[in-house]
C-alpha cells in the first residue's frame, strides 16, 4: 500500500453498514417495548401510593390476578370465544362480498356509476345507527350481530379496492385487451394483484372497525362476548372486570394487526 493512501475494504464496509442497522433495528424494538412497560409501572405506582383513585384505577397487577381468576374460572374464554366467532363471521362477510364488488367497480365503468351513489349515500351512516333496523330483520341471535360487523366492514374495504383498481396503470389493462384476455384473467392476473396494496389497507382498517363495532353490538344486544363483559362490569362497577375486557379489545386489536401486516409483507414484498 502506498504511503498516504488509505485502502478501503468494501467488504468490511458493508459489514459494518449491516451492524450499523443491526443496532438501529434493536433501539427501535427496545423503544417499542419500554414505553408501555413505563406506562404500566407507573400506573402501579401511581394506584399503589393513592396518587390515583385506585378504585377507577386499580393497579395492573390486580387486573392481572383479575384475568388468571376469571381465566381459571372458564368464564373469560366463553366471552373470547363467542366474540372471536362473531368478528371472523362479520368480517368474512363484509370483506369478500367488497372485494368481488369493488373488482367489478373498478373495472367496469356502468357497474361503478350504478353501485357508487348506494355506497356514498349508505357509507356516512354509522352501522351502529342502523342496528335498530338489523336487530328487527335479524332479530337478536347471532346473526343480527354478525351482519352489524360485516356491515362496518364492508365500506373501507370496498372504497379502497375500487380506488386500487381505477389507480392501476393504464397500460396493463390495454396490453390484457390486446392479447385477448379472459374476463378470469382481468380478475386474478391483473385487478386483484394490481388493486392489493389500497385493497389491504381498506382491509387493515375494517379489521380495526371490526373490534370497535363488536363491542359495541354486544354492548346494546348481547348477553355474553368482550363487549358484554365490559358493559356489564361498569354496570356493576366491578372495573377490574371491565379493564380484562378493555385489555382484551386492545390485545387482539394490535394481534390483528400484526398478522395482516405479515399478510402485507407476504403477499406485497417490494412495498
Do not use: C
Not at 458493508?14 to 423503544?31: A, D, S, Y
Not at 406506562?39 to 383479575?66: C, K, M, N, Q, Y
Not at 360485516?150 to 390484457?176: E, H, M, Q, W
Not at 384473467?185 to 387493515?204: N, Y
Request: hydrophobic share 55%; charged share 15%; net charge positive.
Amino acid at each position: 500500500m502506498n504511503r498516504g493512501k488509505i485502502d478501503y475494504d468494501p467488504f468490511e464496509i458493508e459489514q459494518q453498514e449491516w451492524k450499523k442497522r443491526q443496532v438501529r433495528e434493536r433501539l427501535k424494538q427496545i423503544l417499542t417495548i419500554t414505553s408501555p412497560i413505563f406506562i404500566l409501572i407507573l400506573w402501579e405506582f401511581l394506584s399503589r401510593t393513592g396518587l390515583v383513585d385506585a378504585r377507577f384505577f386499580p393497579a395492573p397487577t390486580a387486573i392481572i390476578a383479575t384475568f388468571l381468576d376469571m381465566g381459571a374460572s372458564g368464564e373469560l374464554y366463553q366471552h373470547i370465544g363467542i366474540s372471536l366467532y362473531r368478528i371472523f363471521a362479520g368480517f368474512l362477510l363484509g370483506v369478500i362480498p367488497a372485494i368481488i364488488l369493488g373488482l367489478l367497480m373498478g373495472l367496469y365503468s356502468p357497474i361503478r356509476h350504478f353501485f357508487s351513489p348506494l355506497v356514498m349515500a349508505l357509507m356516512p351512516i354509522p352501522t351502529l345507527a342502523l342496528l335498530p333496523i338489523i336487530l328487527i330483520i335479524f332479530g337478536i341471535g347471532e346473526v343480527s350481530k354478525i351482519v352489524t360487523i360485516a356491515g362496518s366492514v364492508f365500506f373501507p374495504v370496498i372504497i379502497n379496492t375500487v380506488a386500487g383498481v381505477v389507480n392501476i396503470d393504464r397500460i396493463y389493462l390495454d396490453v390484457a385487451k390486446n392479447y385477448g384476455a379472459s374476463t378470469k384473467d382481468f380478475f386474478f392476473k391483473i385487478a386483484l394483484p394490481g388493486s392489493l396494496p389500497v385493497m389491504l389497507e381498506g382491509i387493515q382498517m375494517g379489521q380495526a372497525i371490526a373490534l370497535l363495532t363488536i363491542v359495541a353490538a354486544e354492548m346494546m344486544g348481547a348477553n355474553s362476548g368482550i363487549g358484554y363483559l365490559i358493559w356489564t362490569s361498569y354496570s356493576s362497577f366491578i372495573l377490574k372486570e371491565m379493564y380484562v375486557g378493555l385489555v382484551l379489545i386492545s390485545f387482539f386489536g394490535y394481534l390483528f394487526s400484526l398478522l395482516l401486516r405479515g399478510l402485507q409483507r407476504k403477499l406485497l414484498p417490494w412495498k
